[in-house]
């Protein structure tokens, strides 16, 4: 680790860490991802929540919906998470990101980097989502109005082996919320805080 990784470590008193939600649209990923947020503020904890969803309307509004496009979209939000979680945020990604490919991708930027990276499944059944449909983005995409809908006539391929796995069609927002918390408890205390300088800080992986 950096001289200056530990010293930013040092002056927030917390370490950086990725948590990457992944899965279909309307399963949850948002919604979590901007509890969470509001949990560790409350904290008084170093966070940030990249929306896939409000970045494609900035940074990324110059992409659209081919496979090429898909992969730089999760490409630019790799590469901006691996800053904020160099700097010492609890980073919090929620995007789609259906390729297998891409979420490896991203896992070996972080890596690269000795930053730790979690990959957060939100497991939920296609039906639900499409009963969910807060955006009607669904009964677009079945009308025909949305080409290359993940889901629909485009594929989302199931992680195989994320690191975190939350069924948000059995559990509720605050039961996901709060797993995700102690989980984040213990990493940033499983070693001394106050000793960065002296402690390399390796990638930290939960397995459910």
Not at 49 to 65: A, P, T
Not at 73 to 92: H, Y
Not at 167 to 180: D, G, K, M, R
Request: one cysteine or more.
């Amino acid at each position: 680790m950096s001289h200056q990784r530990c010293l930013r470590y040092e002056l927030l008193g917390q370490r950086g860490l990725t948590l990457w939600f992944t899965g279909l649209s309307a399963s949850g990923k948002s919604t979590i991802c901007y509890s969470l947020e509001n949990k560790l503020l409350e904290e008084r904890r170093l966070c940030y929540c990249l929306d896939g969803d409000v970045m494609r309307k900035g940074i990324n509004s110059d992409l659209g919906y081919t496979n090429n496009d898909r992969t730089e979209n999760i490409r630019r939000l790799g590469e901006i998470a691996t800053i904020l979680t160099d700097m010492g945020a609890i980073t919090l990604v929620a995007a789609i990101t259906p390729f297998q490919k891409d979420r490896s991708n991203i896992k070996r930027m972080h890596e690269r980097k000795r930053l730790p990276f979690w990959e957060v499944f939100i497991d939920c059944p296609l039906a639900i989502c499409e009963k969910r449909d807060p955006k009607s983005l669904y009964v677009k995409a079945r009308n025909g109005e949305i080409q290359q809908f993940t889901g629909i006539d485009s594929p989302y391929e199931t992680p195989e082996h994320p690191d975190i796995t939350l069924h948000t069609a059995n559990s509720t927002i605050e039961e996901c919320v709060q797993f995700l918390l102690t989980k984040i408890h213990c990493f940033l205390s499983s070693s001394n805080e106050a000793n960065y300088k002296k402690t390399e800080i390796l990638n930290s992986f939960i397995h459910e």
